[in-house]
């Protein structure tokens, strides 16, 4: 593995797209006109019109080419290194499932074609939901959620259904302080008080704090198992009891499921409501923007209030049905990502049970291992075995040496790994929150470690480098809180002596 750079090419500043522009030279050239020429304001009103030039730029289509390939390979992602970031599960993607998402029956389709057009897609998602229920040991599914945050609004928007059917008016939802920020915000968009539930010495829910604040406003409790430390609730089956208790539903939070396959299910734990992330857990594109999707699959009592559509099966085939009475409405255009639900289709069918309980195995050794491996190193608060993930902690490093969590991060961007997940969940100081998933091997493994025990000795015997870190990236270190607060969102063209005098 290099360090500091050794071996490295060198990395060259790529000049702004603007830069490169020359006047007169163009990508493209149209041929003649051969339909009738109109101005534009014969075919535009005057305030759609613009009064200056809009100054396209003068650039070859080489150089197009060439300069987006060069920031694209000074970016860092799952293909081209690791990316051990906790709870955000980024683990590599088989590419098979790109080339079936990409086949013309399914490509082509339009999503509002007859249902008789399209049976093969139709079935497509009634599978997929069934297996996802399986998986889940729920009821039925709606797919239609566009990524984990709509999966828990709409699975919120389900319990308030329920409640209110019911004659009911609660306005809690518990969110335990390890929860993702998500949690909070979803029951708060949705209308309800977020109440908050600590953590115990073994990073749990802390029984006796729940019992305290339960009472008959509780709608619902919101709660992933791992939880965002990676540890196993053991007293899941007691919480679900104690909300059941006073009438309320408990909602599991999938981002962590890339744990559990095939080893336990949230319905088996006391779950109402689960929703998963197929762009972590069924392994489709997770980053940039999305697409994502986000499926949330119930119990049998909450059925009746799942989005409309959703995909039934009888002797004349599949259909969507939109006749559900008591439905929250439909909850997003058409019936969701198709194509991520086509690509964790695959990534279902390709693997099987065996294949996905395999998934979650090798997830939490390569965690534990690297646990092990590193707690000597660096604190672990929660000295116990993890799951999929686990959280380190820089205190060591920052008390001793002035060197914080975000130092070490910036210092692993040195050695091609994208950092972990830094500052969270916020229970612990100076956290580093790390997850390798199943794809990476032994040899990769290794080299982190390696990176992160060089990285502790540097912190004691050369602080002041770290400080500088990253040495060796494109970019060097930013300052990320004046980036924060006066962003560059557009390209100004820089006067020649201004810039001089700079």
Known sequence: MTREGEGRK???????????????????????????????????????????EIGILGVAEVDVVRHFVKLSQMNHGVDTGFYPLGSCTMKYNPKVNEDVSRLPGFAHLHPYQPDHTVQGALQLLHETEKYLCEIAGMERATLQPAAGAHGELAGIMLIRAYHEDRGEDRDVIIVPDSAHGTNPATAAMAGYRTVEVPSDERGCVDIEALRAIVDENVAGLMLT???????????????????HGVGGLLY?????????????????????????????????????????????????????????????????GYHLCWDIPKSIGQVRAFTGNFGVVLKAYAYIRSHGPDGLKAVSGDAVLNANYLMEALKAHYYLPFDR??????????????????????????????????PPTVYFPLIVEEALMIEPTETESRETLDAFIDAMIQIAEDAAEDPERLHEAPMHTPVRRLDESGAARSPVVCWQPVDEADASDA
């Open 10 to 52: 060198l990395q060259v500043k790529e000049p702004l797209i603007f830069e490169l522009s020359s006047p007169g030279r163009r990508g493209v050239r149209l041929g003649p006109l051969d339909v009738p020429e109109e101005p534009m304001d014969a075919l535009l009103p005057a305030e759609a019109l613009r009064e200056e």
């Open 225 to 243: 198992n791992p939880n965002t430390l990676g540890v196993f609730d053991e007293s899941i089956l007691e919480i679900a009891e104690i909300i």
């Open 252 to 316: 599991y939070d999938g981002a962590n499921a890339n744990a559990i396959l095939g080893y336990s299910r949230p319905g088996d734990m006391g779950f109402d409501i689960v929703h998963f992330n197929l762009h972590k857990t069924f392994g489709t594109p997770h980053g940039g923007g999305g697409p994502g999707s986000g499926p949330i699959a119930v119990v049998p009592e909450l059925v009746p209030y799942l989005p409309a559509p959703l995909v039934e099966c009888n002797d004349d």
């Open 385 to 418: 075995t993890c799951m999929h993930e686990f959280v380190l902690s820089g205190r060591w490093q920052k008390r001793e040496h002035g060197v914080a969590t975000v130092d070490i991060a910036k210092a692993l961007l040195d050695y091609d790994i994208h």
